[in-house]
């Protein structure tokens, strides 16, 4: 199954290189797009929707990041009044020493797939599978 476009929102370039390689492996999309922050993965799909471009079928967030990290970049999408966009599902990653915590503040904000780094095939297929299978 490929989905139109996945977003990749990291500020590690590394990662979103090794994600988009994975993701490119397994068939998963047709379109692979990074930001390197919260706020302009929010620009990108603003972007997109104004635009009246396809919006992202999944993202895949990091949490720990600078300029908007992944907690914030949820509630905006929360509180966003874009139609469509509050449901996109979203992927949560992390390398968190509390994922407990992270876990129990994701959830208050919104219903996401929560994944400890590294991305691996089976963690992605995982997420896919429980996103648009079940």
Not at 47 to 65: A, E, K, V
């Amino acid at each position: 199954m490929a989905l139109d476009n996945i977003l990749l929102i990291d500020d590690d370039e590394v990662a979103n290189q090794l994600h988009q390689k994975l993701i490119q492996k397994l068939k998963l999309a047709k379109n692979i797009f990074t930001e390197k922050d919260g706020r302009d993965g929010l620009d990108f799909i603003r972007q997109r929707y104004y635009g009246f471009h396809s919006l992202p079928s999944l993202i895949i967030l990091d949490l720990n990041m600078p300029v908007m990290d992944g907690v914030d970049f949820l509630k905006e999408i929360c509180h966003s009044d874009l139609l469509f966009v509050n449901r996109i599902p979203i992927a949560v990653l992390t390398n968190s020493v509390h994922p407990e915590e992270d876990m129990k503040r994701i959830t208050e904000i919104r219903n996401c797939y929560y994944i400890s780094k590294p991305l691996t095939e089976e963690k992605l297929l995982q997420v896919i599978e429980q996103a648009f299978v079940e």
